[in-house]
T-cell receptor, first 113, second 110 residues
């Protein structure tokens, strides 16, 4: 049973470019969460999605960031016009319906040059 | 919002030593998890423990939800235990999002 998968594992973008981060939840999981970890800090919640619905995006910056979890395919976190402050590790987690334990993927390390 | 504090912030142990890591939270929670972030940055689920006590090999955890704390015990530590240990809580407001603590950075020396 494969775990949560994220790709790419490492992503380098120049300032002003777009970054697309992908997350495939564990089989049978329909809830996806995105977290961001800045260097030397803990993880901070960004957004919680179910299939085709954003449930809670209270932790996501209102500009340049968006997330989706389509009916088919992985969840996507999209960052437009990246800036150096976006450099961080982005983790995705998933959980089954009506359960609260979250399982984390290996993360995508974004570096903005 | 809820505050999650972990102690100690840093810990250095000799291989074979035991340790206790603490997580205090300022409000009631529905759920609590402990994670180990290894030196390569991967997050490993250790325990899902909203209350009670669980054991897994050399690790065990206890959560006393009514007193708003959780403890992680590491016995006979090994160098592979090095990394950062996080606790994360889901507040009782039912938001489904986890709030992570500040972490305990552990280094185990051979």
């Amino acid at each position: 049973n494969a775990g949560v998968m994220q790709n790419p594992r490492h992503l380098v973008r120049r300032r002003g470019q777009e970054a697309r981060l992908r997350c495939s939840p564990m089989k049978g999981h329909s809830h996806v969460y995105w977290y961001r970890q800045l260097p030397e800090e803990g993880l901070k919640f960004m957004v919680y999605l179910q299939k085709e619905n954003i449930i809670d995006e209270s932790g996501m910056p209102k500009e340049r960031f968006s997330a989706e979890f389509p009916k088919e395919g992985p969840s996507i976190l999209r960052i437009q016009q990246v800036v150096r402050g976006d450099s961080a590790a982005y983790f995705c987690a998933s959980s089954p319906p009506a359960a609260y334990e979250q399982y984390f993927g290996p993360g995508t390390r974004l570096t903005v040059t | 919002g809820i505050q999650v504090e972990q102690s100690p912030p840093d810990l250095i142990l000799q291989e074979g030593a035991n340790s206790t890591l603490r997580c205090n939270f300022s409000d009631s929670v529905n759920n609590l998890q402990w994670f180990h972030q290894n030196p390569w940055g991967q997050l490993i689920n250790l325990f899902y423990i909203p209350s009670g006590t669980k054991q897994n090999g050399r690790l065990s955890a206890t959560t006393v939800a009514t007193e708003r704390y959780s403890l992680l015990y590491i016995s006979s530590s090994q160098t592979t235990d090095s990394g950062v240990y996080f606790c994360a809580v889901e507040p009782s407001s039912g938001t489904y999002k986890y709030i992570f603590g500040t972490g305990t950075r552990l280094k185990v020396l051979a």
